[in-house]
């Protein structure tokens, strides 16, 4: 077998590393804090400036919140700083 190019794995080792420190500051920072400090760099990685990156980020934390806290009742970790908002 071939390995893929050095930068090709240099983006899968960056990806890994994102989501693993995805993982662990979910519950602490909470779903819409988390995923958006998760998805300003991978879209980056992916190509995105950081304009597109940043909306890309607020609109998927925050959209996706919206749809799976309030629409589908899923209960999501919401972090220290958002609790006080929602109560």
Do not use: E
Request: charged share 10%.
């Amino acid at each position: 077998t071939t390995w893929a190019p050095s930068p090709v794995l240099l983006r899968i080792g960056a990806l890994f590393l994102i989501v693993l420190v995805y993982a662990t500051l979910f519950d602490k920072l909470g779903f819409v804090l988390s995923t958006v400090l998760m998805c300003l760099p991978v879209a980056r990685l992916f190509g995105g400036n950081w304009r597109q990156a940043a909306i890309a980020a607020v609109g998927l934390g925050a959209g996706l919140f919206i749809l799976f806290d309030r629409v589908l009742d899923v209960v999501l970790p919401t972090g220290l700083w958002l609790k006080p908002l929602l109560g």
